[in-house]
DNA sequence: TCGAATGAATAAGTTTTACTTATGCAATGT
DNA sequence: ACATTGCATAAGTAAAACTTATTCATTCGA
């Protein structure tokens, strides 16, 4: 099991490709020596001629010509591969499709680090509109989602778990956080457009009559949620980590004194054939990095 | 257009492969700070990240995924044409088959050198019969032959350009060579089975009626006509360069004081798939070898 | 026929790449 | 709190890659 030195087999693609070590030498930008040197060396190694030095000329042996075949197969590959993914491109355009919290909450403090690391990527941060149709959804690049399915397509990977846990302003609980689930009943609760089963799954988690999830305030977005809750509206499941400033700061805080939470997998995905974009790439790595973070 | 070394890509395979620096280090049989090194290197000229370093464990990027796919079908298929053609491969028989002349005139004197250089190979002459029947054809390696036609398959390929030309012992000729073409007429010819054209070509080439073509005996082969001709039965059409031992003996001598000569093509073919095995390759190289000394 | 041109081969030396050793750092587990 | 794990880093060593100078052998042209 013979492995030849792949700089090496370099050399002998282009004196095989030139029929001429000095024609090697100089697409390589080294001497003629070094290429005489080499092949010698590589025969040696393989035990076999690869070349039939003729006067001031140079003829592949049968060998040398079906070894030339696959190793310059590869050496293209490995220049396509390399080409496709880190060549030098012009500005271009990358958009990012999520829910409005995700996009304020969550990327919005990390867009400045992000554009000062990579100025050339005009990053566009694209709002999901619950009144968005789907043909809107195809010129995103990157679309980030909530999803319960256990397997997607191979453009699609995990981003972040979020914990789901009801939250409301600290003025409104009075300093008293609330001790079992049914504590709940007696408050205010305020609903998110689009996430109306989240109070649904946290009564039938926690082992409350569905009929019972009190009335309150609807709002448009998880941002219009966190606006009612300061004003003291009621209480919201919020989801972290997006909420997190707000719960560090102590504007919002959790209503039970034990976590009773809910979880939603959030996914990421790069439309079809653009993960051989440098610059979606980049984008795709730069969220999965943060998300590591949380 | 980047075009990194080609060392670090093996380096960067084998990490991707395993998902950890250490791992790869085991494989490359080198150390982990190598490892480490390397793909920093490789990053930082590439200027994209490749890796998610998380503790104690290692992810790809979106990036450096795609970059893998590739690098890994390049190495692959280096690795798999390497070892097709150079592996250690035991005792191998390599059938040749060719006319009588050429195999005890032109390939038996270089069998021993041959068999010093390549111990292992188990090289077998087989002989065309002028009987043989086309079943039997298919179970040789590698077949000499002649042919006038311009172009072949894939397989084949040129191998010497034959001179033909009529010759006699020494003594038929009390000394005095032949002066024109018709000067043949007053002299016995002889014909080789399986080559009976050979005359008629040479009395059309040289402006000589067909139909006055002497008659005389007819040999099974080279090596037959040969020996009725040191016998001083004849003339005979010769091949060079299966006859010039006779001719640097002075056995056999060119009957014309001038060179009129007809030319036959010799080839050589590799029978279908066996260009990837390297025993019959080096056979055939051997061949051209030989062949290109002439 | 002789000298020039050409292009691969070779030896000795220099430069660059690849690698090692020793250590640091940070997260995780007991 | 300490041990384990695995990547990162700095400094030094070893090996590969390359250069320069020269030789060799053939072919071509005057």
Chains 1, 2 share one sequence.
């Not at 080409?83 to 969550?106: E, G, K, M, N, Y």
């Amino acid at each position: 099991m013979k492995r030849p030195r792949l700089n090496v087999l370099r050399t002998f693609e282009a004196a095989g490709r030139h029929l001429s070590f000095s024609k090697a030498a100089v697409d390589l930008n080294i001497t003629q020596a070094a290429v005489s040197q080499q092949i010698r060396q590589l025969e040696s190694y393989l035990g076999a001629r690869l070349f039939l030095r003729l006067h001031r000329r140079l003829s592949l042996t049968s060998t040398g010509a079906a070894y030339l075949d696959g190793v310059h197969e590869a050496l293209d590959r490995l220049n396509t591969i390399t080409d496709q993914l880190f060549s030098d491109r012009p500005h271009q355009v990358v958009v990012v499709r999520c829910t409005s919290s995700v996009a304020l909450l969550w990327l919005s403090p990390q867009i400045r680090a992000f554009k000062a690391k990579h100025p050339y990527i005009d990053l566009q941060i694209r709002t999901l509109d619950t009144n968005a149709d789907a043909s809107q959804l195809h010129i995103a690049d990157i679309e980030i989602f909530v999803s319960g399915k256990a397997d997607h397509d191979q453009f699609t990977k995990p981003l972040l778990t979020s914990v789901i846990t009801p939250v409301a302003s600290s003025n409104s609980l009075d300093q008293k956080h609330l001790s079992i689930p049914q504590d709940i009943l007696g408050l205010d609760v305020i609903h998110i457009l689009g996430y109306e089963d989240d109070w649904h799954r946290w009564f039938q988690t926690f082992g409350l009559d569905t009929a019972q999830i009190p009335s309150g305030m609807t709002a448009d977005s998880s941002l219009f949620a966190i606006d009612a809750a300061l004003r003291g509206e009621g209480v919201f499941l919020g989801r972290r980590p997006f909420i997190d400033a707000y719960l560090q700061s102590g504007e919002l805080v959790e209503v039970f004194k034990r976590p009773l939470n809910l979880h939603a997998s959030y996914f990421m995905r790069q439309h079809g054939g653009s993960t051989n974009n440098r610059n979606i790439n980049i984008v795709s790595d730069w969220l999965l990095e943060i998300a590591a973070t949380e």
